[in-house]
């Protein structure tokens, strides 16, 4: 199923988008967000500049900027989280525009050693906790 980008939340930046994540940064071909729902402490999502729906649609420079963009990601994640390890997830059954999402795995944290929930709905914060999430990833990008 291919999205509409008259339609999709990514490229219409729209309400929908606001309610599940917050904004952190512009990068070379891509965004990147801060989830609201914070079950895995730091989870973030990339997502690509231009409407695609899927990795292999890039071309190969295109593709190499936007891996590169998650990397540089995950990296300040790594700096500001210290997970175990990061999970990579690229769904997009329902809404087929390019994206990442990144849920850092603690030791003795939710689903380690397993999949990430999509949206648990467990762990919302407050404005505060928020920004220190952000300005943590934003000092590392």
């Not at 210290?82 to 003795?108: C, Q, R």
């Amino acid at each position: 199923m291919y999205s509409d980008p008259k339609t999709c939340l990514y490229c219409t930046n729209n309400e929908t988008l606001h309610s599940l994540m917050l904004f952190i940064a512009d990068l070379r071909v891509s965004r990147v967000f801060l989830f609201k729902e914070q079950t895995y402490r730091g989870r973030c999502l990339v997502a690509y500049n231009g409407h695609v729906n899927d990795l292999n649609e890039l071309s190969d420079e295109e593709r190499n900027a936007f891996m590169a963009d998650v990397v540089q990601v995950t990296r300040a994640m790594q700096k500001a989280f210290n997970p175990e390890k990061i999970n990579y997830g690229a769904y997009s059954d329902k809404l087929s525009h390019l994206h990442f999402h990144l849920a850092p795995k603690y030791v003795d944290g939710p689903d380690y050693g397993g999949t990430f929930q999509m949206n648990p709905g467990k762990v919302y914060l407050s404005d505060k906790e928020y920004a220190q999430l952000i300005n943590a990833v934003k000092e590392n990008l």
